[in-house]
C-alpha cells in the first residue's frame, strides 16, 4: 500500500519562511502527481500547489505564488514545499497527496493517498 508521510511543519514568524517535505513509500514504479492542501479552523480544504514526476510544470494557488515553491525532491517520488514570506493567512494543517498519473490537478477529489496533515503556524 501507499504511505505519505510528511514532515516539516511548526511555528514561524510572518515574513520567515519553513519548508515541508513529503515522502510516498510503498509504490511501484511509475509516474505519480503530487500535491498540497491546506484547511484553516473554519474553512475548507484548499489548494496550495501540485507537481509530477514526469517534468511537468508546478502550479500553484494565486494566494501563494511568488511565494511558495513546490519542489521535485532528489529521492524519487519526493517533494518539498518550500514556504517563503509567510504570512498570519497561510496558518493552517498542511496536507501532503498523491495519485497515479501524469496530469497535475488543483481538485482534492482528483487525488488517491494522503499524509496525516502538519500544522504550520505563523505569528505576527
Known amino acids: 500500500q501507499v504511505q505519505l508521510i510528511e514532515s516539516g511543519g511548526g511555528a514561524a514568524q510572518a515574513g520567515g519562511s519553513l519548508r515541508l517535505f513529503c515522502s510516498c513509500s510503498?509504490?511501484?514504479?511509475?509516474?505519480?502527481?503530487m500535491g498540497w492542501f491546506r484547511q484553516a479552523p473554519g474553512k475548507e480544504r484548499e489548494f496550495v500547489a501540485a507537481?509530477?514526476?514526469?517534468?511537468?510544470?508546478?502550479t500553484y494557488a494565486d494566494s501563494v505564488k511568488g511565494r511558495f515553491l513546490l519542489v521535485r525532491g532528489v529521492a524519487e517520488h519526493t517533494n518539498y514545499l518550500q514556504m517563503n514570506a509567510l504570512k498570519g493567512e497561510d496558518t493552517a494543517v498542511y496536507y501532503c497527496?498523491?495519485?497515479?498519473?501524469?496530469?497535475?490537478?488543483?481538485?482534492?477529489?482528483?487525488?488517491?493517498?494522503w499524509g496525516l496533515g502538519t500544522q504550520v503556524t505563523v505569528s505576527s
Open positions: 497527496a498523491a495519485h497515479l498519473g501524469w496530469s497535475i490537478s488543483t481538485e482534492a477529489d482528483d487525488y488517491t493517498y
Open positions: 510503498g509504490s511501484s514504479l511509475g509516474a505519480y502527481g
Open positions: 507537481t509530477n514526476w514526469v517534468g511537468g510544470t508546478p
